[in-house]
């Protein structure tokens, strides 16, 4: 961790380099915590099939252990904030890629489903941590005019990380006896392998964390404004901080713990804007994105598809995902969040009902769906232009606004309650898929395309427009404005 001995030694040189690109890299390094977080929810997809033969599972158990690590993740989420209050973000960064390391050693060597979903469960928590602290401190370091795009870097990391977990696999089937499920030149399991190539991820970003300074909103909660005013040199290029470092203090305006009931509103138990967050994270996940890289090869398999192909075309998807991210990063502080959320939403929506339809009308070989020539095709096209809309817009967006929309003195624990409803959501999803596509893969993206149509009515009735305002503002959020009808009479 970076003592204060070595930020003051580093001062004056961070204050000659270019405050932007310092920003980017504090941003990059606290992303890292995504990379986990697409890595371990990835890597599961190229295993799926090994575990239930491995361990005889039928659908419900393999759903379960497939979504066991949601669970973590929202248990993780929840306590992150008020620990992150009380110890700091670096050390909750440390903490988490410990325990997530320890988790891809567990799963790897796991000798049945109830062991595996226990070290599943393990790196959930770490994953939800992350999840959290990412895009909390990104917002708290950040200038305004550069928050969008950074907070965007947390996405980036996570179609990384389900990126790099989906060419391990593919690289670790292909040379193995028998794909997943056969056993690879150098020994062992293909599928335990799989697992075991996360520890790589883990330990670099615990090493990250430790090279990167506290957040000065932390700081300052603190009392520690010395610290708080060198970081903010760092990130700003101003040599005159002090009435930043004022500003946060009033938006303290408090210095004692932040607790859950701080978030308590007169109305529905919470405050409006807690809501708004929750919302978001529930339809980001309701809209079925992880059905795609969770179950993805699966999915094609039944589509078709040879395990190879399979395998391979979820590449693809992930090559889509991280492409269109890049998109989002140009645009999310041009045109704003709320354009794009609706946007996204719209495409989603008609790309779904597009899967539901070739979907619905194939017809069942061997108790699954096989698209034909011109089915298979359409539905394929259909998914990636699916990816395309959610990578594009609800992937990023909602994890900047969680990290912007709330006020710094709730930030961390609003957060952490939009971000366990997020895994909840995320493992109701997860869960539900084997069942609904069991019955019919029509019915489950049907659904989908439901959610994302009441996901574009949310925003455009409900989701407030955060961009370019300083964090110290967001207590003066309110939803959308319209212009008032005049009489044309």
Not at 210 to 238: C, D, F, M, N, W
Not at 290 to 300: E, K, M, Q, R, S
Not at 369 to 386: C, F, H, R, S, T
């Amino acid at each position: 961790m970076v003592t204060e001995d070595e930020e003051n030694a580093s001062t004056s040189t961070a204050a000659e380099g270019h405050p932007a690109a310092i920003a980017v890299m504090l941003a990059g390094a606290a992303a890292l915590g995504g990379f986990l977080f697409g890595y371990d929810s990835s890597v599961i997809n190229g295993t799926v099939d090994a575990l239930r033969q491995q361990f005889h599972l039928n659908s419900f158990w393999i759903g379960f252990v497939v979504s066991s690590a949601l669970l973590g993740c929202a248990v993780g989420a929840w306590f992150a904030g008020p620990i992150a209050d009380r110890v700091g973000r670096i050390r909750v960064m440390v903490g988490a890629a410990v325990i997530f390391l320890v988790s891809s050693v567990g799963s790897a060597l796991a000798f049945s489903a109830a062991d595996l979903t226990f070290w599943r469960l393990v790196g959930g928590l770490a994953i939800g941590t992350a999840s959290v602290i990412a895009p909390a401190y990104i917002a708290e370091i950040a200038p305004a005019n550069l928050r969008g795009r950074l907070g965007s870097l947390q996405q980036m990391a996570i179609v990384l990380g389900i990126f790099a977990a989906l060419v391990v696999n593919y690289i670790i089937a292909r040379v193995s006896e028998g794909g997943a499920t056969g056993h690879v030149p150098w020994g062992g399991s293909a599928w335990r392998w799989m697992f075991a190539a996360a520890t790589v991820p883990a330990v670099l970003y615990g090493v990250v964390s430790l090279a990167i300074p506290e957040s000065p909103r932390y700081l300052v909660k603190k009392h520690e404004l010395a610290r708080a005013r060198q970081v903010l040199r760092k990130v700003t290029g101003r040599g005159d901080v002090d009435v930043k470092v004022g500003e946060i203090v009033r938006s303290i305006a408090s210095d004692r713990p932040v607790h859950l009931r701080d978030l308590r509103g007169n109305r529905f138990g919470l405050l409006p804007i807690v809501w708004i967050g929750i919302l978001l994270s529930v339809f980001q996940q309701f809209v079925g994105i992880n059905v795609i890289f969770y179950y993805g090869t699966t999915l094609w398999q039944a589509a078709g598809f040879k395990e190879s192909d399979a395998m391979l075309t979820s590449v693809i998807n992930s090559l889509v995902n991280v492409g269109s991210t890049l998109v989002a990063i140009a645009l999310v502080d041009r045109i704003g969040r709320r354009p794009l959320l609706l946007f996204g939403a719209g495409l989603m929506a008609v790309t779904l009902c597009v899967m539901a339809v070739c979907f619905a009308t194939a017809p069942i070989v061997d108790g699954a769906p096989k698209l034909g020539d011109v089915a298979g095709p359409i539905a394929l096209v259909a998914a990636n232009l699916y990816v395309f809309g959610f990578a594009s817009t609800w992937g990023p967006v909602v994890w900047v606004m969680l990290g912007e929309m709330f006020n710094n003195f709730i930030r961390a624990s609003a957060l952490a309650v939009a971000a366990a409803a997020q895994w909840i959501a995320n493992w109701l999803i997860t869960v539900t898929f084997p069942w609904l596509s069991g019955m019919s893969l029509g019915l489950a993206y049907g659904l989908y395309t439901v959610f994302a149509a009441l996901a574009f009515v949310f925003v455009w009735r409900l989701v407030p427009e955060t961009k370019g305002r300083e964090l110290e503002d967001m207590d003066k959020l309110r939803g959308p404005t319209r212009k008032p009808r005049t009489s044309t009479a």
